[in-house]
C-alpha cells in the first residue's frame, strides 16, 4: 500500500487589515458636527500612533490666522486652565515643531518628547495635530505614519469646513467644557462617598481651579460650587484643598502600582 506524500503547505496570503478604530473616527468627520467628530478623533489617536497627548488646533479663516484648539486627549487640568493653551499662531506652531521637546513651553509643562502634523489642503495650513509624551514612550516610525495620513485626511474633510473664528471659539469652550466634566478615577472609598458632580468638582478644586472656574465650567453658580466642595469635604472629613488632593490623587497613584 502506498503511501500518499504530503504535499507542501500553500503560503497563506496575508489578509488585509480591516478598517480600525481611528479610520472609522475620520470617515465620520464632518463639516456638521466637528465639535464631536474632531473629539472622537482624538480619543483614537493615543492607542494608533503611541502617544499620551493629543492636541488638534483649527486656523480661523476670517480672523488673524489664529489656531483654535478644537479637541484634546491627556492634557493636565493645570495646562488647561491656561488661555495660551488654546490659540497658537502658526509661527508658534513651527517653532514647537522645529524645536520639538526644546521648546521653551513644551518642557516647562513637562514633555519629555513632542511632534505633530500639519492639516492642509492644496498646500494651505488649515490646522495641526500636536502630538507629546511626558514619559519614554515613543511612537514608531509605523505610528508616526498613522499621525501623518490622519493629517492628510483630515485636510481632505476639513477643506469645506466653517472656519470662522467665531466658531471656532465656541468648540473651543465646548472642548474645555466637555474636558473638564470629565468623570473623574477617584480611589474607590473615595468615589463611593461622593455624588459624582461633588467627585469631579472637588477634583478639580483640588487641582488648584477656583469657585468661580469651575462655575464657568458647568455654568452654575460660585456658591452652588462652594456648597459641592463643603459637602464633599464633609463626607471625607478633609478640611482643605491640600488633604482633598492628597486623598484624591495620591491614593489612586498607590491603587495602580
Known sequence: MEVAKSLPTPARTPTKQGPTELDEALDRVGV???SATLGRVAQKLPLAAGVETVAIRLRDSDGEGKLHLVASVGTPVTERRNPLFYTQSVAQARSMFALKARHSPTRTV????LDGAWIKSGGEPLGTIAVGSRTERRPTREQMSVL???AERLGEKLAEADRS???LERITRETLRASMATPVEAP???AKKLRPRELTILALYSEGLSALE???VF???????????????????VHSREEAARLIHAERL???V
Open 219 to 237: 455654568v452654575i453658580s460660585p456658591h452652588t460650587v462652594r456648597t459641592h466642595i463643603k459637602n464633599a469635604y464633609r463626607r471625607l472629613g
Open 254 to 256: 498607590l491603587e495602580l
Open 32 to 34: 456638521d458636527d466637528l
Open 110 to 113: 513637562g514633555f519629555t518628547w
Open 148 to 150: 501623518q495620513d490622519a
Open 188 to 190: 474607590a472609598r473615595v
Open 214 to 216: 469651575i462655575a464657568d
Open 165 to 167: 473664528r467665531r466658531k
